[in-house]
């Protein structure tokens, strides 16, 4: 089996962005700290009023296809991923196909295209379809476009709002790949759940807390299959362990229950019983609150010591990096925590060929999944080609006001005349809807004039 994985990424970012501390708590009354530290969110990213998931799309993929130097006929597919779709037949990927095409000379006719629906699970499951069909042979030498793109808003004064966020993340999957090659084993923990959906219409309904146990549940379940098939995990034997990441808060329970779980049976254990005492087992109690309060009480310890405090600084920290600066992405928000990992360890001037990374994505509704990742030769200077860091520093910060006319403006009940924030440069903008209600697009050149 030859490898696959991610060869290539690029990232565009919402163009405006919500200080949740400075400029959403003073208004909601609440203590900036809430955000800083509990939620973990500093700013969400928002799109502007010529933004949207095809626009943010296209453009990620533009600067993809251009820093690989591909055209269209090149790709061999395109899925994107997304939960923000506005149509219930014509796929994403057509739009984003179509705006592509308009400033390549070649075009997308023999690429398989689709759309991929599991809540924020679908970016990882298109990569996925992507992997496969490399791995079947079906792919004729070509790599696959895989695009995760979403403007995750919430109805304003849903607990939710503090977790919004826009953008897009294009990845290239393909053979011999530069940043990342994909395991084959994975595991998944799935159940039927109504923890977050949006049974058509726009804004999610969300058990906000429901929603955290079914995430913890879930990828509980994921990391024992994937141990089923793949051997007994170490939490030292992964370089970083990127989760999906709705906001920071939820990975730090995640990482605390995963680092408990792949401890337990192995020498790190062991070292920590004289402080803590070794994991409560089930099968040696009479009830389940006597057991529930027994692990409450070693997970209360085990995150009080060093050992834990050390690894998390080090294999989770990372990963968290961008989120707090753009909130959720849902379907491309495991995505940009492995690019967080990797940014970091390139700033950072670590060497991570060969090094391991567990990565667990998760979808409302609900699906797990865990696989590993292996870090390719070449990462670094295709993490150091991304221009991401620069283009979240130039984003329109918003008042108060300016975000509710925004979020008006996205929401799909109103009917809202605003003036954009930001001015297109050397980007593809919505530019209204056609006869058939169709969302209509067009490429804005630079305007310093010199770009394609
Ligand atoms: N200083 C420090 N920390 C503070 C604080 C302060 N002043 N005030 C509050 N906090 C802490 C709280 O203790 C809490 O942390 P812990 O859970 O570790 O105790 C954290 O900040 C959040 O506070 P609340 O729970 O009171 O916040 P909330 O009730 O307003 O809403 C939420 C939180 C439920 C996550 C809400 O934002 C929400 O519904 N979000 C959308 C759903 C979601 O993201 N769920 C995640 C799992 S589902 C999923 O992953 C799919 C997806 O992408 C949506």
């Not at 003073?26 to 998931?53: A, N």
């Not at 049976?265 to 803590?276: G, P, Q």
């Not at 009830?287 to 409450?296: K, P, T, V």
């Not at 753009?326 to 950072?348: E, F």
């Amino acid at each position: 089996m030859s490898r696959a994985g991610i060869d290539a990424i690029e990232i565009w970012t919402g163009k405006l962005q919500l200080d949740l501390p400075r400029t959403f708590a003073p208004v909601k009354g609440s203590d900036p700290q809430k955000y800083l530290k509990g939620i973990g969110i500093e700013y969400s990213s928002l799109p502007d009023v010529y933004e949207d998931i095809v626009t943010m799309g296209a453009n990620a993929a533009k600067q993809l296809l251009d820093k690989k130097e591909l055209a269209p006929a090149d790709i061999g597919r395109i899925d994107v991923a997304t939960e923000s779709s506005f149509d219930n037949s014509k796929p994403v990927s057509t739009y984003i196909a179509g705006c592509l095409e308009s400033v390549y000379e070649s075009n997308f006719t023999h690429a398989n295209k689709g759309e991929r629906k599991f809540a924020c699970l679908s970016g990882t499951q298109a990569i996925d379809d992507a992997y496969n069909w490399i791995q079947a042979g079906r792919h004729r030498g070509k790599p696959a476009l895989v695009i995760a793109t979403d403007t995750a808003l919430y109805e304003r004064g849903d607990p939710g709002e503090a977790t919004q966020g826009a953008g897009a993340i294009a990845m290239l999957i393909d053979e011999d790949p530069d940043i990342v090659s994909i395991s084959h084993s994975q595991g998944y923990g799935s159940a039927d759940e109504t923890d977050f959906l949006k049974p058509n219409q726009q804004f999610p309904s969300v058990d906000g807390k429901r929603s955290v146990q079914v995430y913890l549940a879930r990828m509980r379940e994921a990391l024992a299959d994937y141990e089923s098939v793949a051997g007994k995990t170490h939490p030292d034997a992964f370089a970083a362990v990127p989760f999906h990441t709705p906001f920071p808060g939820m990975v730090r329970k995640a990482a605390l229950l995963g680092y408990r779980h792949t401890i337990r049976n192995t020498d790190i254990e062991d070292e920590l019983a004289s402080d803590i005492g070794t994991q409560p087992r089930r099968n040696e109690f009479d009830s389940n609150s006597e057991f529930d309060a027994e692990m409450r009480t070693y997970m209360d310890g085990l995150k009080q010591t060093e050992a834990y405090q050390e690894w998390y600084a080090d294999r989770i920290e990372p990963t968290i990096q961008f989120a707090r600066q753009v909130g959720n992405w849902y379907t491309g928000s495991v995505h940009i925590a492995r690019y967080s990992a990797l940014h970091s360890a390139a700033t950072a001037g670590d060497s991570l060929s060969g090094e391991q990374l567990l990565v667990g994505s998760y979808g409302s509704g609900a699906e797990a999944e865990i696989h590993v990742e292996t870090v390719q030769p070449n990462w670094k200077s295709a993490i150091n080609s991304v221009t991401f860091a620069e283009s979240l520093a130039s984003r329109y910060d918003l008042s108060f006001e300016e975000y509710e006319r925004i979020h008006d403006v996205h929401n799909a009940q109103k009917e809202t005349e605003v003036e954009p924030f930001t001015n297109p440069d050397g980007e593809f903008i919505f530019t209204g809807w056609g006869r058939m209600n169709e969302r209509r697009y067009e490429y804005r050149p630079c305007q310093s004039g010199n770009a394609s």
